[in-house]
């Protein structure tokens, strides 16, 4: 069945340096969303990739969508403790409407 | 203010019990989900509902049941059949262009 992996699972950052996390599809994606889960918290809704080789900006973060619609990746720049949280990436899935396939998720600590 | 409300938010079960989640939306959304998260773990779909009086079934459905009589509401039952119930339980809704709007979630715990 189709997956979504994440990589790395965890995420250990200095603040002020900056990362990236990836999310890779098993099949092309129609669109491509994250979210971001603060801990003890529920998942926010981030943005959504619609566009092969989509680019979406928020403030620090970027956000890119694949030429083959099959991956994505977060880029935070000049990390900051609030970027604390597990990163989560969704797809809709291949084999019925209406479902919407997560990832595991990515971890980030932030150290000071 | 528009959103997403789920109770309990802490619910402690003994064994062999039923327990029954609330979720309710006043965001007018027709689609509205269950997912349960493990710790570490991402989220795993439970049921799904696009219209009221329909639902289907999601990657672990076993134990569980859901009904959807009213368009703002879809609790689920954890039933005595599911074997580790112990989780976190996240309710969530959409308009169908698939963002989705969570609850603040309700935290399982067998004892």
């Known amino acids: 069945g189709q997956q979504v992996m994440q990589i790395p699972q965890y995420q250990h950052v200095q603040e002020g340096e900056d990362f990236t996390t990836y999310c890779n599809s098993s099949t092309t994606l129609s669109n491509i969303q994250w979210y971001k889960q603060r801990p003890g918290g529920h998942p926010v809704f981030l943005i959504q990739l619609v566009k092969s080789g989509e680019v979406k900006k928020q403030k620090r973060l970027t956000f890119q969508f694949g030429e083959a619609k099959k991956n994505s990746s977060l880029h935070i720049t000049a990390t900051q403790t609030t970027d604390v949280g597990t990163y989560f990436c969704a797809g809709p899935s291949a084999d019925s409407w209406g479902k919407l396939q997560f990832g595991a998720g990515t971890q980030v600590v932030v150290t000071p | 203010d528009g959103g997403i409300t789920q109770s309990p938010k802490y619910l402690f079960r003994k064994e062999g019990q039923n327990v029954t989640l609330s979720c309710e939306q006043n965001?007018?959304?027709?689609?509205m989900y269950w997912y349960r998260q493990d710790p570490g773990q991402g989220l795993r779909l439970i049921y799904y509902?696009?219209?009221?009086?329909?639902?289907q079934k999601g990657d672990i459905a076993e134990g569980y049941s859901v009904s959807r009589e009213k368009k703002e509401s879809f609790p689920l039952t954890v039933t005595s059949a599911q074997k580790n119930p112990t989780a976190f339980y996240l309710c969530?809704?959409?308009?169908?262009?698939?963002?989705?709007?969570f609850g603040e979630g309700s935290r399982l715990t067998v004892l």
């Open positions: 509902s696009q219209i009221v009086n329909d639902f």
């Open positions: 965001l007018n959304h027709d689609a």
């Open positions: 969530a809704s959409s308009l169908g262009r698939w963002e989705l709007f």
